[in-house]
């Protein structure tokens, strides 16, 4: 049963045997040729949902450094009155701002305060409730993803661009991981929304406010935010232009500016932070000559040979849909010319990629070779595309850290002392203290074997941590002769993924790990 008006009243339809029974739309006349039957999307929404669920349930870990550590354990730290970074002023160690915005990290903070507050501070209970947030936000990039879609095309591209959003291998592990990156991506899909609607003034300081966010998550997706505003400027539309940025100014004013000042003392002191250091050392870090990387990322996502056509359609859609190309483009170029190359700073505008994929190539199908082809491409794609997304949304990454610590949780010692033994393999992994919950937990390597045994003479440890199997029963054998009741706390495999990554590099430490607990304090 549905009520339609064209006088900006609402639109309730109400979908019989439908999850999503009641939807509130407003609607004008205008909207009519682009309203969306979502009963044709109930499928693509519905297995969005399941996979999105159980990468919640098994997709454990932290898929990199920064996704961990500069979110989760600084965030939790500051609940417990520990600043694991030192990046507070008032933290002794502290240098100066260090140019990460307090935007995400922030609201991860009052996350993890709301659930002490409620009594749940076990990690793994605490990661899985974060995980199911972030899942849940994604969806947000699944549906707009086709509201924008259809806005600009037909409804059968919109369901193309639903199922890839949906289902694609890399966005149900990459939307419960706390990657600035993706966290943003909710945000800016909403806030590009908002900008297209058209609907009324004021979507357009909606647009601002959102896409403000985004760029208060992550700096970078200013330039996205510019090439959005760049449209407006150039086409003398002063109203969209001087509202939209007004929203962003307002944002940034809380966010950078107050925010800023209430912990350092004086507004933007982040972004400046993050301003010197670029100019000072980020052309230096991770050099990449590939110019073409970013490119080969956005297509690679989406496999080949799919991927190589989404390509095409995305540079043949560049004068149709010119509002959302340019300041795609813009982000890809800018990164593309920034030294500092790396492939998740492009991931996004991933969905933004996919849509223009597959609405520019619609322009393209002009003989039945082209539309054999792409044909062809889609079925490749999910032959391909489903054996890696169950094997991607089943992923523990960095299974061998997480379970090392998490072995040693609630161990009621005031401070943990752990040697991290790695003189087989030369070298040791990062570990998360997170998981222990202590952070007076102190980290002490051996990684020559030269070295003494307990590398500093007569120092003591609550565990060693032996990384590796090489000549493991040798390296046991030779601690038991200083702790005689030393015993095994746990034995840490790496997951499938880890193997899996450390053999196609090695730089990728993804351990066996063994927990033995020395008992020579007790």
Same mark, same amino acid.
């Given at each position: ?90 933290? *002794? ?61 037909? *409804?059968?591209? !919109?369901?193309?661009?639903? $199922? ?27 806030? /590009? ?13 909606? !647009? ?49 500016? %107050?925010?800023?000042?209430?912990? $350092? ?26 110019? /073409? ?24 859609? $560049? ?17 593309? %010319? ?39 491409? $889609?079925?490749? /794609? ?41 003189? !087989? ?17 102190? /980290? ?24 590796? *199997? *090489? ?52």
């Amino acid at each position: 049963m549905e009520f339609i008006n064209t006088n900006n009243t609402p639109r309730i339809s109400i979908l019989r045997g439908n999850i999503f029974y009641t939807i509130f739309e407003f609607q004008t006349k205008a909207d009519m040729e682009s309203s969306i039957n979502w009963m044709r999307f109930k499928w693509v929404i519905f297995g969005a949902v399941v996979v999105r669920l159980i990468a919640v349930i098994f997709s454990q870990g932290y898929g990199m450094h920064d996704d961990h550590f500069l979110i989760i354990e600084a965030a939790s730290s500051w609940v417990d009155g520990y600043d694991y970074n030192n990046w507070l002023p008032w933290t *002794e160690g502290n240098t100066g701002p260090d140019g990460h915005s307090f935007s995400y990290v922030g609201l991860n903070y009052i996350y993890f305060l709301f659930m002490k507050f409620l009594g749940i501070v076990d990690p793994k209970t605490l990661m899985f409730f974060n995980r199911l947030i972030h899942a849940a936000l994604s969806m947000i990039v699944v549906i707009y993803g086709i509201k924008i879609t259809r806005k600009f095309s037909s *409804e059968e591209n !919109a369901m193309r661009v639903g $199922w890839l959003i949906a289902l694609s291998w890399l966005f149900p592990i990459l939307s419960v991981r706390n990657i600035v990156e993706i966290a943003a991506m909710p945000i800016l899909v909403l806030g /590009f929304w908002y900008l297209i609607r058209e609907r009324k003034g004021l979507d357009f300081l909606w !647009a601002g406010i959102l896409i403000g966010f985004a760029v208060s998550f992550r700096y970078q997706i200013g330039v996205f935010a510019i090439g959005a505003a760049a449209c407006y400027f150039f086409q003398w539309k002063w109203k969209p232009f001087l509202l939209f940025c007004a929203g962003i100014l307002i944002v940034f004013l809380i966010t950078q500016g %107050l925010v800023d000042f209430l912990i $350092w003392g004086y507004p933007f002191a982040e972004m400046l932070g993050y301003i010197v250091y670029n100019m000072n050392q980020g052309t230096e870090y991770m050099p990449n000559t590939n110019y /073409f990387m970013y490119f080969m990322v956005l297509a690679g996502s989406m496999l080949f040979p799919l991927g190589a056509l989404m390509m095409v359609g995305f540079f043949k859609s $560049w004068k149709k849909y010119f509002l959302i190309f340019l300041p795609t483009f813009i982000f890809i170029l800018f990164h593309t %010319l920034y030294p500092n190359r790396q492939e998740r700073f492009v991931l996004t505008i991933l969905p933004f990629f996919i849509i223009l994929g597959v609405i520019g190539y619609d322009l393209f199908k002009n003989s039945t070779m082209k539309e054999r082809l792409w044909k062809f491409s $889609w079925i490749a /794609f999910w032959v391909l595309n489903i054996p890696l997304l169950l094997f991607a949304t089943t992923t523990y990454s960095k299974k061998s850290r997480v379970e090392s610590m998490y072995a040693i949780h609630n161990n009621s010692k005031k401070e943990n002392v752990i040697l991290c033994e790695g003189s !087989a393999n030369v070298h040791t992994s990062m570990l998360p203290r997170f998981y222990c919950g202590n952070w007076n937990t102190t /980290f002490i390597e051996r990684t020559d074997s030269t070295l003494s045994l307990t590398v500093f003479d007569g120092y003591e440890y609550d565990y060693i941590y032996f990384f590796a *199997e *090489e000549k493991l029963a040798e390296r046991i054998a030779e601690y038991k002769t200083i702790y005689p009741k030393m015993t095994l706390k746990a034995k840490c495999s790496p997951s499938m993924i880890d193997v899996l990554l450390r053999k196609l590099n090695p730089r990728n430490a993804n351990e066996y790990i063994e927990v033995w607990e020395t008992n020579s304090k007790k």
